[in-house]
């Protein structure tokens, strides 16, 4: 029995661990070329969706989704957009599977000495928050079981 409890707490971790991405992981991820984040991201499971992807000029945004709900097997637990100049990431949005998640990156946030700016409601009972550090600016949008951090550097003029 305690094998078998072992292996289980193994396989979800294997499992579970692609989806969990931290701030300082989220942070990373800008500034670098689309070619290694989309590298990363794939290599920790996330699945790239052309359908939900595109180029506009010199523009790109490209979509990920990772893992399937057990009761809804074609909805995503997660989902990961980023966006480009150049092919250089600028800004990208991670929605979270769980509230759990969603207080964990949220704390990160506030540790991270950032100042809460500004909160307002937006459409279908949404809430958004922006954080501002001195190098990014961190911006949460929480709705009725919807948790998602949008992260972009915070260049001053």
């Known amino acids: 029995m305690k094998y078998v409890l072992i292996i289980i707490l193994c396989l979800c971790g294997l499992f579970s661990n692609g989806q969990d991405l931290k701030l300082n992981k989220l942070k990373s991820f800008i500034g670098q070329p689309v070619s290694a984040v ?75 000495g950032t100042e809460k700016k500004d909160i307002q409601g937006i459409e279908d009972k949404q809430i958004s928050t922006y954080y501002l550090s001195t190098d990014y600016i961190f911006q949460t949008i929480t709705g009725t079981d919807s948790y998602t951090v949008m992260v972009m550097p915070n260049q001053q003029p």
Do not use: M
């Open 38 to 112: 989309t590298d990363s991201l794939v290599h920790s499971k996330w699945i790239v969706r052309p359908e939900l992807s595109g180029r506009q000029g010199n523009q790109l945004y490209q979509t990920f989704s990772y893992g399937n709900h057990e009761s809804e097997q074609s909805k995503a637990l997660s989902w990961f957009r980023i966006q480009a100049d150049n092919d250089v990431v600028n800004q990208l949005y991670y929605q979270l599977n769980g509230v759990e998640a969603y207080n964990f990156i949220l704390k990160e946030i506030k540790e991270a």
